[in-house]
């Protein structure tokens, strides 16, 4: 299958400051990826489409300007978590689609639970 | 009410048994609908896709969806302890690149 790598795997940081995720798609383009966020034991949610070379789309009650999402290239996605708080310590997820494919299956990164303290 | 919604278990099935797992939608407009797998602290991993109503079958695991029922679900065959997990449903609108998942259901299997 595709493949998907997020780094990094896990991030402890203080309150405050910021943290970036990368999501890269390996072995094929992703004109759009998308981000997800999991609290324990919930379902994923989404929080964001990222578009390549255009701004994200965010879903209602994301903050844009807390989570700063790049897409500047094919294979590579970036999140920026803004001044973390606790309440952001989550896992987050990455995802992208295969245009290669007319199957329409997602394919997830390893994921980033982040920690803030 | 949920767009897609699954009993959240915990579902515990025999080793070899049949486990099945059910998800409803709201949205008459989905068209794709599959099935991840995903094992605690790790991402979601493919199982299964469907489109059409009926069943389609992929070594120990069948999928079934009825769309006039709005109902889709997964079969797993001689359950493995290493079946134990949590398994989304997700679905999607034709022509619509997002995919809303279910809140999951875990799965246990009982050696």
């Known amino acids: 299958g595709a493949v998907v790598s997020q780094h990094p795997s896990w991030v402890i940081c203080k309150s405050g400051t910021s943290v970036k995720i990368e999501c890269r798609s390996l072995d094929f383009q992703a004109t759009t990826m998308f981000w997800y966020r999991q609290f324990p034991k919930q379902s994923l949610m989404l929080m964001a489409t990222?578009?390549?070379?255009?701004?994200?789309?965010?879903e209602q009650g994301v903050e844009k300007d807390k989570f700063l999402i790049n897409h500047a290239s094919l294979t590579l996605s970036t999140l920026t978590v803004t001044s973390a708080h606790p309440e952001d310590s989550s896992f987050y997820i990455c995802?992208?689609?295969?245009?290669?494919?007319?199957?329409?299956?997602?394919?997830f990164g390893e994921g980033s639970r982040l920690t803030v303290l | 009410q949920k767009e897609v919604e699954q009993n959240s278990g915990p579902l515990s099935v025999p080793e070899g048994a049949i486990a099945s797992l059910n998800c409803t939608y709201s949205d008459r407009g989905s068209q794709s609908f599959f099935w991840y797998r995903q094992y605690s602290g790790k991402s979601p991993e493919l199982i299964m896709f469907i489109y059409s109503n009926g069943d389609k079958e992929d070594g120990r695991f069948t999928a079934q969806l009825n769309k006039a029922s709005q109902y889709v679900s997964l079969l797993i065959r001689d359950s493995q302890p290493s079946d134990s997990a949590t398994y989304l449903c997700?679905?999607?609108?034709?022509?619509?690149?997002?995919?809303?998942f279910g809140t999951g259901t875990r799965l246990t299997i009982i050696p």
């Open positions: 997700a679905v999607s609108l034709f022509g619509n690149e997002k995919l809303t």
């Open positions: 990222s578009n390549e070379g255009s701004k994200a789309t965010y």
């Open positions: 995802s992208a689609r295969d245009g290669g494919r007319a199957t329409g299956e997602l394919f």
